[in-house]
């Protein structure tokens, strides 16, 4: 079974920044996508990026482009989400999700491709 432990959320004011971090553990599966999600109170969840198992391809929802950037490490098992000129419209609960993927540059676009859920973490951004 996979683990998936989120941190790093908060509270923050408009134009602020914060920094996700999600770390994997357990009965990992490799290769790998790793990706966020966030769902707002009253709408369902929606993607806010991904990457894929290499680290060297990523996806943004068109909302959060240009202003927050997803990283991995190089041991493939912690992602990292930097969110910069939050928006109140950015708050929610961030949930860190992983998927086994057939190959390492597979770019995973959808919630139906994660397997494994972390609890989620909450990210308020105040106007």
């Known amino acids: 079974q996979v683990q998936l432990v989120e941190s790093g959320g908060g509270l923050v004011q408009a134009g602020g920044s914060l920094r996700l971090s999600c770390a994997a553990s357990g009965r990992t599966v490799s290769p790998n996508a790793m990706g966020w999600f966030r769902q707002a109170p009253g709408k369902e969840r929606e993607v806010v990026a991904t990457?894929?198992?290499?680290?060297?391809?990523?996806a943004y929802a068109d909302s959060v482009k240009g202003r927050f950037a997803l990283s991995r490490d190089d041991a493939k098992t912690t992602v990292y989400l930097q969110m910069n000129s939050l928006k109140p419209e950015d708050t929610g609960v961030y949930y860190c999700a992983l998927g086994r993927v057939r190959a390492s540059n597979y770019v995973v676009r959808s919630a139906n491709g994660f397997e494994y859920w972390g609890q989620g973490t909450q990210v308020t951004v105040s106007s």
């Open positions: 990457i894929t198992y290499s680290g060297k391809t990523t």
